[in-house]
């Protein structure tokens, strides 16, 4: 993965509710991108897909399915490929040729707007066959299914994405090649003038995505570069490609968010996160006045929350204005902690250097080890290597038999997001290994709630998660 901040051609939503899992309509840019990563440079005929029009099969655009390191032009393959983008082509169709208008209006799209791939002849100067695609869309299409499918309509008579990429012709695509070329773009552009900055944007330059992280770097007065890469150039496309692969923000973007201006994407304005809140009610945390290490506490929502119930609870965050926000919000109900016999302390420290935490190392000291820690929502800021400077140096700070509960966002969340990241069952399991001086306890499915303002409708924002128990283990002799 590249340096820095990539942006391409996905957009970031949330789910809306826990019953809002249906697949999204495809967006038109990045199944073209995923088109141009999958066709160009292969040696193979790119697979036509055709709409019935007067009892006449039209053309309406190309398909391609599978993986930029290798397309796949199996049949079943571009049946799957074509069928999860019913909609968009069939949609286009319509753009295509006025006729299927009518059809779309007396029968509705998907039957009235009939689809056939074109297989190939089964002999030399054969008549071409057309295989018939069923007259609906595959409603459980996942990101990673979305990101092996591909289609390039037919330009038509007038403009748009299609017709625009159709004026250019596309250069092989040697995906090793791109990825080292945009490497060595990324890291020239990086030398010049010997200036520190947290970001590189890479990025076609009017793609609106790019232009929305221009205005919110500049907004808060974030350093950053620029690696230009042209329209519906293999560099284009590999970057749509990335926007599914696990990538991390830099710390910066989390050291530099200012929460007293309001919008931080996960702030509950005080109210704890659901699965905290039910493991609390279980009794997971303990008894009262058990010390609680709150790992990436943010603005204290889970801390001051329990802190009100009892416990005392260390919050740690790389983000100062963090911290302010979280001694805010403790001072605002030190009324009710006092009376529950709790407390809080909020410092600013970083999760991948807690060997040089000085105040979280001096209450392990006290304590002989935190017996219980929390990170809600945090692991998933990181990247790999991030991930294990933090459980291990975390490792240090439990006592043996101390409990870490995790929440973290799933890789089943069905949004093709890739910040934060979504982690699966095997990461969790291997990051939290013997070898590393942890044994998982339980692994279970969750929500988490997201702020309402992050909803497409009142039902509020919800996140699939991961909520994971592991307990600290000996890890060599005399522990």
Known sequence: MLPGLILAAAATRGLCGPSSLAARAPCPRRQLLSYVAFTAGRGAAPTPIHALVADVWQPVGHLAAGTPEAADWSVAALVRAATLQRRLIAEHACRLYPPL???????????????????????????????????????????????????AGAPGSGGGIYADYARRDSPPYDWLAVRRRLAEQTKAVEEEGGTASAFTLVAWPRCGFCTKARAELEARGIAYRHVVVDKYSPEHAELAMSTGRPSALPEEYFRSLDYAAGGVPWDLLGRPQPPVRNAFDEGAFGRRGTVILDCGCGAGDNANWLAERGHDVVGFDVSLSAVEMAQARAASVSARISAAGGATEFVAASATDLAGAARVQARA???????????????????????????????????????????CFSDANPDPWSNPRRISESQLRSLLSTERGWHMVSLTSSWYERPSDRAASGRGAWTMAWWCVAEAVPVGPGE
């Open 101 to 151: 208008r009518t059809e779309k209006r007396e029968h509705g799209l998907m039957r009235g707007v009939r689809l056939a791939i074109e297989a190939p002849p089964p002999s030399a100067g054969g008549a071409a066959t057309y295989l018939p695609l069923p007259d609906c869309e595959l409603g459980e299409a996942t990101p990673a299914e979305m990101l092996r499918c591909g289609f």
């Open 365 to 407: 000291s006290e304590l002989g080890g935190f017996e219980v820690a929390l990170d809600s929502a945090m692991l998933h800021c990181l990247d790999d290597d991030s991930q294990r400077a933090f459980v291990d140096g975390l490792r240090p700070l439990m006592r043996a038999g101390g409990k870490l509960f995790v929440g």
